[in-house]
């Protein structure tokens, strides 16, 4: 099954207004911030200690990373919705790809707690499905408490494989939980209003279950919080 095209939904993510409008509003404010990060050392970069200024940078570089991030989502997203990517699908081990996305996730020092089942022998392309893993990982970090774990497992449940990510956050309600796969989704729990993202995360993540034959869906966490499945078919 190498080199699948992906199938054509004939460029519908957005129209072109709106399209411009959503990425105005995703870079300026890291653009603004760097300005003003900038502006402000320059201003007095000689009475900043070393400590300030190394501050400065980081911050400088944590904006220009959410501006990389951003872009970066767009441009796969509109590949996506396009039918323009083409995917390497074969049988791989899950559980080797599950894990090592794992260690390649950005988890703000959460604490991980990863279940991986035997070898599960399924058709995907391996670099997407890492890449919907970090996704899945992400999704928990952003929306849950910094103190508590995040949880990833992977299942052999018939025909399917299961990976599962369960976070301890405020959760989502039913009539949401469509609504956050929709491309640019701007919801977001109470006490994370402020939190950054362009709102593709999840619609990346269905989508390519999707090339793959499967699926991706919200469901109440293990011990509350959200849980994010996504479907992958063991039999290509």
Known sequence: MAGVEQPSNSGSLLSRAELVSKLTHEIRGPVSTVRGLVGTTLAHYAALSDE???EFLQLIR????????????VALALRLDAGSLRFDIHPQDLGVIV???VEAAETADRALEVDVADPVETPVDG??????????????VTFSPPDSPISVRLRQDGDDALIEVSDHGPGIPRDKREAVFEPFADWRPP???????????????????HVHGGDAWVSDGPAGGTMLTV??????
Do not use: K, M, S
């Not at 944590?62 to 989502?73: F, G, I, K, S």
């Open 127 to 140: 670099f997407h499905i890492a890449l919907v893993v970090r996704e899945l990982i992400g999704n928990a």
């Open 52 to 54: 300030e200024r190394r």
């Open 99 to 101: 894990r090592e996305a």
């Open 62 to 73: 944590r904006e220009a990373e959410r501006l990389e991030r951003a872009v970066e989502q």
């Open 191 to 209: 006490g994370y209003e402020d939190r950054p993202g362009t709102g593709l995360g999840l619609f990346i993540i269905r989508a390519i279950a």
């Open 231 to 236: 479907r992958l078919p063991v039999e290509g």
